[in-house]
């Protein structure tokens, strides 16, 4: 089994900024991608970034693009969300995920992001 542990959320006004932080253990793998989801009051859960097993490639949902960086310490098997710029439409429970390469996801148990207009 894998456990994902999330801290780093909270309350911010507008423009203000938050990092959110995944540690990683238990069960290891060779290659995994790491990642950040979210979901807002009655929507679905969305992508937000994710970042490759070697920690050079990302990917960033339109909507964040510019204001999130995501990162990883592949020696601490954790990885990072730094937030700027947050908007109240950034409001949501973010969850990180790992992704193991030919297996299934694993996830978080999610940390509530608020953004105050």
């Known amino acids: 089994q894998v456990q994902l542990v999330e801290s780093g959320g909270g309350l911010v006004q507008a423009g203000g900024s938050l990092r959110l932080s995944c540690a990683a253990s238990g069960r290891t793998f060779l290659r995994y991608d790491m990642g950040w989801y979210r979901q807002a009051p009655g929507k679905e859960r969305e992508f937000v970034a994710t970042?490759?097993?070697?920690?050079?490639?990302?990917d960033y949902a339109d909507s964040v693009q510019g204001r999130f960086t995501i990162s990883r310490d592949t020696a601490k098997n954790t990885v990072y969300l730094q937030m700027n710029s947050l908007k109240p439409e950034d409001t949501a429970i973010y969850y990180c995920?790992?992704?193991?390469?030919?297996?299934?996801?694993?996830w978080g148990h999610g940390t509530q992001v608020t953004v105050s207009s």
């Open positions: 995920n790992v992704h193991p390469y030919g297996l299934g996801d694993y």
């Open positions: 970042i490759r097993w070697r920690g050079v490639n990302t």
